[in-house]
């Protein structure tokens, strides 16, 4: 089992910046990839950024130039460093980390973007 708790969400106005931290425990050493989906309200989920234990990363293209995803594996986290804001980039952010047998979610953090 892979448990994941995200961090750094909040409040910000159009243009802003913010970066969301997951810091994973438990299993990490079966952990393949990590990444991050969003929830906006009234949509479905959708994955936002990923990236594998190589480093190798991939984008939707709505954020493609404005979030960045990085990895610290000295420390077990994930973020997503996410610039130049829009209204909707609003919604419940979710770490997500893939093993061979899982997927595992975090319970998400709020992210609103003020016109």
């Known amino acids: 089992q892979v448990q994941l708790v995200e961090s750094g969400g909040g409040l910000v106005q159009t243009g802003g910046s913010l970066r969301l931290s997951c810091a994973a425990s438990?299993?990490?050493?079966?952990?393949?990839?990590m990444g991050w989906g969003r929830r906006a309200p009234g949509k479905q989920r959708e994955l936002v950024a990923t990236?594998?234990?190589?480093?190798?990363?991939s984008y939707v293209d709505s954020v493609k130039g404005r979030f960045t995803i990085s990895r610290d594996n000295a420390k077990n986290t994930v973020y997503l460093q996410m610039n130049s804001l829009k209204p909707e980039d609003t919604g419940v952010y979710y770490c997500?980390?893939?093993?061979?047998?899982?997927?595992?979610w975090g319970q998400g953090t709020q992210v609103t973007v003020s016109s």
């Open positions: 997500q980390a893939w093993t061979s047998r899982s997927t595992n």
């Open positions: 438990g299993s990490i050493f079966s952990i393949n990839a």
């Open positions: 990236i594998t234990s190589e480093g190798s990363t």
